[in-house]
T-cell receptor
Framework: DSGVTQTPKHLITATGQRVTLRCSPR?????VYWYQQSLDQGLQFLIQYYNGEERAKGNILERFSAQQFPDLHSELNLSSLELGDSALYFC????????????FGSGTQLSVL | AQTVTQSQPEMSVQEAETVTLSCTYD???????LFWYKQPPSRQMILVIR??????QNATENRFSVNFQKAAKSFSLKISDSQLGDAAMYFCAYRSLQGGSEKLVFGKGTKLTVNP
């Protein structure tokens, strides 16, 4: 168990809908990262938050947004969903500093039908 | 931007034998971290081993070791005495120490099959 909790584990929805993925980082970790894993794109970095503030942004679509709350949990919001958004979405957390390891949650499998 | 390349989409090894997975990367930075992650069928991302670029000594973790060639920008993973539980996708990853973000850049992965 990595200590990073993601809910839900599975999500099935229809095109055009909006969903929210939730992540609780390991106790004490201030950084939260979101990754998307798909067959064609592999593991892609989406966005990082550090102590409530956006720290880095990767290949995140404008239809996607995220935030980190004062209790450090994070949510990834996906809207106007398309078939191509079907993927495994990972959250990871780490402490402060580049020497800190990233710990991954077990992911949320999103299926857009 | 940094890139990570894993040239072997699939590899297989006999149980108890040794296998080496290849990884190359492209960067203009002199200091960074490199990682190997394992993703079994459960889909959990598990850290296998980590290498700091400023350290010349290759990292080892039990049956797992790396061959880090900084000048060649090569970072291969050797698995000794392979076990059935080693069967998984293996991802090589790069972590920059610049820009204030500790995000990882991943390769496309190598699927490892272990034959009994």
């Amino acid at each position: 168990d990595s200590g990073v909790t993601q809910t839900p584990k599975h999500l099935i929805t229809a095109t055009g809908q909006r969903v929210t993925l939730r992540c609780s980082p390991r106790s004490g970790d201030l950084s939260v990262y979101w990754y998307q894993q798909s067959l064609d794109q592999g593991l892609q970095f989406l966005i990082q938050y550090y102590n409530g503030e956006e720290r880095a942004k990767g290949n995140i679509l404008e239809r996607f947004s995220a935030q980190q709350f004062p209790d450090l949990h994070s949510e990834l919001n996906l809207s106007s969903l398309e078939l191509g958004d079907s993927a495994l979405y990972f959250c990871a957390s780490s402490g402060t500093g580049a020497n800190e390891k990233l710990f991954f949650g077990s992911g949320t499998q999103l299926s857009v039908l | 931007a940094q890139t990570v390349t894993q040239s072997q989409p699939e590899m297989s090894v006999q149980e108890a034998e040794t296998v080496t997975l290849s990884c190359t990367y492209d960067t203009s930075e002199s200091d960074y971290y490199l990682f190997w992650y394992k993703q079994p069928p459960s889909r959990q991302m598990i850290l296998v081993i980590r290498q700091e670029a400023y350290k010349q000594q290759n990292a080892t973790e039990n049956r797992f070791s790396v061959n880090f060639q900084k000048a060649a920008k090569s970072f291969s993973l050797k698995i000794s005495d392979s076990q059935l539980g080693d069967a998984a996708m293996y991802f090589c990853a790069y972590r920059s120490l610049q820009g204030g973000s500790e995000k990882l850049v991943f390769g496309k992965g190598t699927k490892l099959t272990v034959n009994p």
